[in-house]
């Protein structure tokens, strides 16, 4: 599965969108962009996940570049709860390499009130 | 309906000591995973158990064991435990088909004295 790098840290003001970067320079043309986050004490939760499109659901929107190399993450009115570490994950379908999910350190986002 | 379920919540043992550790997936979740959170990183995938079979295993020692059961529970077994092995235990379970959304459960703290 491809690398993928993340901003140690982050900090938004509450109301305001939140913008999580992510590279995945070497993504394969088979593999996924996928988001979960940690809230302290919880277990991941899945956001979203995209190929090539962009992508958006209740919880946030997800914006991949066109040579597919990085993406964003939007959260576009953060709010407090909103605090965790999120984490980007590049992986191929299902059907190679079963279901696992490789977590790097993510990006430790606070929102601010 | 109940998300995942994991037991116990916490559990302290000492060096040397063997460990089971339990998680009930969603209802109708067949596949389930293990994964490893030690303090300050991502999560590391253990195992991935489908219909009772293993589907998936991360790079952990002979130590660590896994099973599936009929009614798709599973337990992971950890002998002769490390200091290294304190961490947060996640169990996550995902329909095979549907397996971009995993759910997390909240997960078992261990800590080996």
């Known amino acids: 599965d491809a690398k993928t790098t993340q901003p140690p840290s982050m900090d938004c003001a509450e109301g305001r969108a939140a913008n999580l970067p992510c590279n995945h320079s070497?993504?394969?043309?088979?593999?996924?962009v996928y988001w979960y986050r940690q809230i302290h004490s919880q277990g991941p939760q899945y956001i979203i996940h995209?190929?090539?499109n962009n992508e958006t659901n209740e919880m946030a929107s997800l914006i991949i570049t066109e040579d597919r190399k990085s993406s964003t993450l939007i959260l576009p009115h953060a709010t407090l709860r909103d605090t965790a570490v999120y984490y980007c994950?590049?992986?191929?379908?299902?059907?190679?390499?079963?279901?696992?999910?490789?977590f790097g350190e993510g990006t430790q986002l606070t929102v601010n009130p | 309906d109940a998300g995942v379920t994991q037991s116990p919540t916490h559990l302290i043992k000492t060096r040397g000591q063997q460990v089971t550790l339990r998680c009930s997936p969603i209802?109708?979740?067949?596949?389930v995973s293990w994964y490893q959170q030690v303090l300050g990183q991502g999560p590391q995938f253990i195992f991935q158990?489908?219909?009772?079979?293993?589907?998936g295993r991360g790079n952990f020692p002979d130590r660590f064991s896994a099973r599936q059961f009929p009614n798709y529970s599973s337990e992971l077994n950890v002998n002769a435990l490390l200091l290294g092995d304190s961490a947060l235990y996640l169990c996550?379970?995902?329909?095979?088909?549907?397996?971009?959304?995993?759910?997390f459960g909240p997960g078992t703290r261990l800590t080996v004295l």
């Open positions: 996550a379970s995902s329909l095979w088909d549907r397996d971009h959304e995993q759910f």
């Open positions: 070497t993504i394969s043309g088979n593999e996924y």
């Open positions: 994950i590049v992986r191929v379908a299902r059907e190679t390499s079963g279901s696992r999910l490789t």
């Open positions: 209802s109708g979740h067949k596949s």
């Open positions: 995209g190929l090539k």
């Open positions: 158990y489908y219909e009772k079979e293993e589907r």
